[in-house]
């Protein structure tokens, strides 16, 4: 599989709602392909429709950035090496946990971006889903691994 299906991705929303439930959140949950473009998107009742475009601008962050939004966390701080990157592509970059790239192997095949509760919560949601579609692939141990400037990230599925 090298492309990202509507099913597979109604598949993660499901996990990720779930999982979003029993952390007693309302989520808005987004799925986009290797192009950042939308394939699936659900708001649970009660989320914030603030919500809405941050869930979609995380997905889209974390494959435009190759890498978890979480990551860009630290480097975007005042000092850091990639201070102001949240203003550049029209602000849609997001620098809050929450979106996760799907890979396949080494090659990113889409995005989710969880938004609903704090940055952490976000991607504690969010990871679930990316377990969930490491398992679909036969590998249940998933890591992201990022390098920015110098300084290596890296984000597990275990928080």
């Known amino acids: 599989m090298t492309k990202l299906s509507l099913e597979t991705a109604k598949k993660l929303i499901a996990v990720a709602e779930q999982k979003s439930r029993q952390m007693g ?22 989320a914030r429709i603030a919500g809405i475009e941050i869930s979609k601008d995380k997905a889209w962050t974390s494959v435009a950035m190759q890498m978890p939004t979480a ?11 990639s ?8 602000g849609r970059v997001v620098i809050l946990g929450g979106g996760i ?18 940055s952490v919560q976000d991607a504690e949601v969010a990871a679930a889903a990316v377990q969930a579609f490491q398992s679909m692939q036969g590998n ?3 890591n992201v691994n990022a390098r920015i400037g110098s300084v290596q990230f890296q984000e597990s599925s275990g928080w």
């Open 25 to 46: 959140l309302a989520s808005n949950i987004a799925i986009v392909d290797d192009g950042g473009h939308l394939i699936a998107f659900q708001r649970m009742d009660r």
């Open 71 to 81: 990551n860009l966390t630290q480097a975007a701080q005042p000092g850091g090496p």
């Open 83 to 90: 201070f102001g990157i949240n203003t550049t592509n029209r």
């Open 101 to 118: 790239p799907l890979q396949i192997g080494e090659q990113i095949v889409g995005g989710i971006g969880v938004s609903g509760g704090t």
């Open 140 to 142: 249940a141990n998933p």
